[in-house]
């Protein structure tokens, strides 16, 4: 399987495979977030002007991860700092991304505690 890593330079994390419940491919969607500024004009109608940079938003999930897994994760997500990416699903070509969120859930699997995450980050320059 194809890695996938995150964090500073030089001291990048691989990530544990991204997985879904019940077979279904995990999702690991790319997309774009256009920057638009609207804005008012006097007479009341508005107006908006979108940048021409628009950056990649990038999603990894878990359903399954342990504490020990998650704990890493969570650890790159507190950092207030952008940070290197590789996902090698889609590109050896490292790139320079800001964690936006991360929502973990514990979730009780045959009896045992695991966790379900959700990472968002977006492309910096």
Not at 3 to 20: R, W
Not at 25 to 45: E, N, R
């Amino acid at each position: 399987m194809a890695d996938i890593k995150i964090g500073l330079s030089g001291s990048e994390i691989t990530l544990p495979q991204p997985q879904a419940r019940g077979g279904v491919p995990p999702g690991m969607p790319v997309g774009y977030a256009k920057q638009i500024s609207w804005t008012t004009m006097a007479d009341g109608s508005t107006r908006g002007v979108t940048k021409r940079y628009h950056p990649r938003t990038f999603s990894l999930s878990w359903e399954q991860l342990t504490a020990a897994e998650l704990a890493p994760i969570e650890t790159e997500a507190r950092r207030n700092v952008r940070l290197r990416y590789q996902n090698n699903w889609y590109s050896a070509d490292w790139i320079w991304v800001r964690i936006t969120a991360l929502r973990p859930n514990p979730v009780v699997y045959l009896g045992t505690v695991l966790f379900s995450a959700q990472l968002e980050f977006q492309e910096e320059l």
